[in-house]
């Protein structure tokens, strides 16, 4: 059965002050490892998906890297308004999305 | 550009009650799922569509839930006999197939049961 933990569970931050968010994994053949951002109330937003270890993708702030058993999530030089729960999923064979309980990160100004 | 809407936002029911929450996906997607999260949680998947045809139920659904998506295109999922523990954010999201799935997802219904 697809795990997935992410740690730590929350994570505050001063403005500026850069970190990552870690994503450990288990499946069966990775197909896919999805991070994605939300909001209070809203549904998750699509960030990154990396299919293979050593694959690296960057937005803005955000970089995501992808080994055989974990992905991060590196922040840098952090605003408030990346303050957000922020979800890791993986995808094995054809089944649906496995989802970790995310990372509440707070960035405080 | 619309995108996965949700209907209704917020619902508040007592206990026992049937409730039906609707979803229209992104319309040139083929893929439904409803995904459900309590607070503090990931989501967690509860069925979903390819088309009109149910492809696959998470065995932790309770036989009180339902979903349909009649011609393919928007979705429904009901609760009957309604119980505090289905209190819970209701996900709908969308993809298209091929390939690892980018899931789109909704705002969600935040249903609470009394």
């Known amino acids: 059965e697809d795990q997935v933990t992410q740690s730590p569970e929350a994570l505050r931050l001063q403005e500026g002050e850069s970190s990552s968010l870690n994503c450990s994994y288990t499946v069966s053949g990775l197909r896919g490892l999805f991070w994605y951002r939300q909001d209070p109330g809203k549904g998750p937003e699509f960030l990154f998906t990396?299919?293979?270890a050593g694959e690296e993708k960057e937005k803005e702030r955000l970089k995501a890297t992808l080994t055989k058993k974990e992905s991060f999530l590196h922040i840098t030089a952090p605003k408030p308004e990346d303050s957000a729960t922020y979800l890791c999923a993986v995808q094995s064979g054809n089944t649906p999305l496995v989802f970790g309980k995310g990372t509440r990160l707070s960035v405080i100004a | 550009d619309t995108g996965v809407s949700q209907d209704p936002r917020h619902k508040i029911t007592k206990r026992g009650q049937n409730v039906t929450f609707r979803c229209d996906p992104i319309?040139?997607?083929?893929?439904l799922y409803w995904y459900r999260q309590t607070l503090g949680q990931g989501p967690e998947f509860l069925t979903y569509f390819q088309n009109e045809a149910q492809l696959e139920k998470s065995r932790l659904l309770s036989d009180r839930f339902s979903a349909e998506r009649p011609k393919g295109s928007f979705s429904t999922l009901e609760i009957q006999r309604t119980e505090q523990g289905d209190s819970a954010m209701y996900l709908c999201a969308s993809s298209s197939t091929g390939g690892a799935e980018k899931l789109f997802f909704g705002s969600g219904t935040q249903l609470s049961v009394l």
């Open positions: 990396l299919y293979s």
């Open positions: 319309s040139e997607h083929n893929r």
